[in-house]
């Protein structure tokens, strides 16, 4: 029942798929509707589906998320897109005031199943405010689950389970994976939606990433197992929570930890998982935990940004740090 689909339609296919089993699932967003968002991931949706449920808004970042807020208090499930990951800020008012304290204020009586989408990342040459790294941001925040796929299969699973989540899910998707193809199996039963998965074996290293950067990790465990080291490649999937016990039954077997992100390693997710593993893992490690991310800096224009990002020398290099030890 396997279909190779780029991540890009593995989204598209599981927001037809929820808005097909539940009435009450609605999209919103700027240029969702007759264009089909700027990356085309909600494109077809609707002419399927109508006006009514795929909706086109204002470009007014805090009303479509405080529309959805209250949507979701009439019953329904809405999926609401951030266009691009800077422009979430004038949203992050009502995400963090409103969406993400609505539960607790309400003493669990009142559910927030909304679902913000956010196109994230860099390396694709865009313009300021159109490839920034925030989800330390969001993952700070209690009462937000926040979530970031790296391949077609979990874009598909994830999606369906964040939209079916009775908490608000802030679901990065890393915008230069878009086109990459991978198998997809939609009779499939999913695991857990926040559950890290080993997807390379290593006994030398555990190489920690999510979203963009687990195809990076793989091309560097790749790369070192030409000079015979072995990594293993831990695909976080989650960033709130994290799924720690993962990450330290792999630390126990290989006893050292790369992280990876994009977004800047300065108070970054990385300094979390490097914190707590260091507190469960103290006499399992041989070497401390390393991060490799973005700098402490705006992100630069598009000719910078190689720079900027992550790349195999830098992972590889923090590899051989770890090992040097």
């Known amino acids: 029942m396997a279909e190779k689909m780029a991540l890009a339609k593995a989204i598209n296919e599981s927001l037809r798929r929820a808005l097909e089993s539940d009435d009450k699932v609605l999209i919103m967003g700027e240029d969702v509707g007759k264009l089909g968002g ?7 949706l609707q002419k399927d589906f109508g006006e009514s449920r ?38 992050y008012d009502q995400i963090v005031t409103q969406l993400a304290k609505m539960h607790a204020r309400s003493l669990g009586k009142v559910k927030m199943p909304v679902v913000v989408r956010i196109p994230y990342g860099g390396g694709i040459g865009a313009v300021e405010h159109h490839s920034e790294s925030p989800e330390s941001l969001f993952a700070h925040v209690a009462g937000l689950k926040v979530v970031s796929p790296s391949n077609a299969s979990d874009a598909y699973w994830m999606m369906q389970q964040a939209i079916q989540s009775d908490d608000p899910v802030i679901f990065f998707e890393p915008k230069r994976r878009y086109w990459d193809k991978g198998e997809v199996n939609t009779e499939a039963i999913p695991g857990p939606l926040h559950k890290a998965r080993v997807v390379r074996e290593g006994t030398d290293l555990t190489l920690a990433a999510y979203g963009p950067m687990v195809k990076l990790c793989q091309e560097a ?32 077997r290989t006893r050292r930890l790369v992280v990876v992100h994009e977004a800047p390693v300065f108070f970054g997710s990385g300094a979390e998982i490097a914190a707590r ?3 469960r893992c103290f006499y399992h490690l041989e070497a401390p ?37």
Not at 226 to 245: A, H, N, T
Not at 289 to 297: C, I
């Open 289 to 325: 935990v390393l991060r490799v991310g973005g700098y402490h800096a705006p992100y630069p224009p598009a000719r910078l940004e190689e720079e900027y990002l992550p790349n195999l020398d830098r992972v590889l290099d923090a590899v051989d740090r770890s090992l040097a030890y």
């Open 54 to 91: 795929v909706i086109d808004t204002p470009l007014a970042e805090s009303g479509i998320v405080g529309t959805a807020v209250g949507l979701a208090l009439r019953g329904y499930r809405p999926v609401v897109e951030i266009q691009f990951d800077g422009f979430v800020f004038p949203a």
């Open 277 to 279: 593993i260091t507190e």
């Open 221 to 252: 465990a790749d790369a070192a197992a030409e000079e015979g080291k072995s990594l293993e490649v831990l695909d976080l999937r989650s960033i709130s929570p994290v799924d720690f016990d993962s990450i330290q039954a792999s630390v126990e």
């Open 38 to 44: 700027v990356f085309r991931v909600t494109d077809g």
